[in-house]
T-cell receptor
Framework: EAQVTQNPRYLITVTGKKLTVTCSQNMNHEYMSWYRQDPGLGLRQIYYSMNVEVTDKGDVPEGYKVSRKEKRNFPLILESPSPNQTSLYFC???????????????FGPGTRLTVL | AQKVTQAQTEISVVEKEDVTLDCVYETRDTTYYLFWYKQPPSGELVFLIRRNSFDEQNEISGRYSWNFQKSTSSFNFTITASQVVDSAVYFCALDQGAQKLVFGQGTRLTINP
């Protein structure tokens, strides 16, 4: 089954304790990205990757890191989480990064993160 | 700048009523894609529709219909004969190509029995 998986689905942590949210897709997609969802703001892109070892900042990259060492995986790293990073996080992947019929983004199930 | 506005923060209707969710977008691109996603209480994002900028035909899928009007930069979504299971947050989004989807703020739709 074609899918994007994220782990963990739920996480409660404390300020400053490094954490990683994993994202994996089994569709051989080149393009992957991370979004955060906050009430009243919709989803905003954090980082994106157009291929292995190619990453770039989205709209709200501060406080986050990513890596793309393998095509299927795109982990999101919070080196020193803070309460303002409490949010719902979504990973997404698509075959094509540019506008076109293949550019539909497939979303993971989401990770609800709470930073105390 | 690319922008998507969903002016209706929350809508509440009684079951079987028709309801329209508004979406207005801004873009300078001539080629772009518009999307609607549904987010039920369980939290996942469910893809509903994709429409490219060259196809202004309205689309109907069961009780769902979409009205795309480039002249007013709108891509509105109508649910006919609403049901309780339609209760969710609905997002309109614009694909500005290359990088990301730009999402609206979302509309929380509540269908009361």
């Amino acid at each position: 089954e074609a899918q994007v998986t994220q782990n963990p689905r739920y996480l409660i942590t404390v300020t400053g304790k490094k954490l990683t949210v994993t994202c994996s897709q089994n569709m051989n997609h080149e393009y992957m990205s991370w979004y955060r969802q906050d009430p009243g703001l919709g989803l905003r892109q954090i980082y994106y990757s157009m291929n292995v070892e190619v990453t770039d900042k989205g709209d709200v990259p501060e406080g986050y890191k990513v890596s793309r060492k393998e095509k299927r995986n795109f982990p999101l790293i919070l080196e020193s989480p803070s309460p303002n990073q409490t949010s719902l996080y979504f990973c997404a992947s698509s075959l094509s990064p540019s506008g076109g019929s293949l550019n539909e983004q497939f979303f993971g199930p989401g990770t609800r993160l709470t930073v105390l | 700048a690319q922008k998507v506005t969903q002016a209706q923060t929350e809508i509440s209707v009684v079951e079987k009523e028709d309801v329209t969710l508004d979406c207005v977008y801004e873009t300078r691109d001539t080629t772009y894609y518009l999307f609607w996603y549904k987010q039920p209480p369980s939290g996942e994002l469910v893809f509903l529709i994709r429409r490219n900028s060259f196809d202004e035909q309205n689309e109907i899928s069961g009780r769902y219909s979409w009205n795309f009007q480039k002249s007013t930069s709108s891509f509105n979504f109508t649910i006919t004969a609403s049901q309780v299971v339609d209760s969710a947050v609905y997002f309109c989004a614009l694909d500005q190509g290359a990088q990301k989807l730009v999402f609206g703020q979302g509309t929380r739709l509540t269908i009361n029995p």
